[in-house]
């Protein structure tokens, strides 16, 4: 099996990719070694990735608000940091900043080690103009990795 980063240069050395692309992908990746790791998961658990796996495509699609709905199935069955990052990431694409934040601290909350949230929470926090929190991010971003 390939190593995460070996797949990341691959990836990357192919083409010019956006933002959103790239994101998408290392989360892919987290994933599969999130998986390779995992304990068994129950038939909540089960449904929950199956939603936030639906979200993603859409998302990566730019399907924003028909993956909403598939994000919040996700959180019924379980409130997870994914989940909720996903939120941060619509709505910081939709320059939705207050409800990014929110969304984003939720996802810090439950998994303070999950950094692709950080990015987002950062860009919402520095279009807001909150430029202290904004720091506040780079610094608990620093103390997560």
Not at 40 to 62: D, G
Request: a neutral charge.
């Amino acid at each position: 099996m390939l190593q995460r980063s070996s797949l990341i240069r691959r990836f990357c050395s192919k083409s010019m990719i956006s933002k959103t692309t790239l994101i998408v992908f290392c989360l892919f990746i987290s994933a599969l070694s999130s998986i390779a790791q995992a304990p068994p998961v129950s038939p909540s658990e089960s449904k929950m990735v199956s939603y936030n796996a639906q979200a993603v495509q859409l998302i990566n699609n730019s399907k924003f608000d028909e993956a909403f709905p598939l994000i919040e199935l996700a959180l019924k069955e379980r409130e997870n940091g994914l989940s909720y990052y996903y939120l941060c990431h619509i709505y910081t694409a939709k320059h939705e900043y207050q409800k990014a934040i929110d969304a984003g601290e939720k996802s810090i909350k439950l998994d303070p080690n999950f950094i692709a949230v950080y990015n987002d929470l950062f860009y919402a926090y520095t279009q807001s103009e909150d430029w202290e929190k904004a720091q506040g991010i780079v610094e608990q971003a620093k103390k997560s990795d």
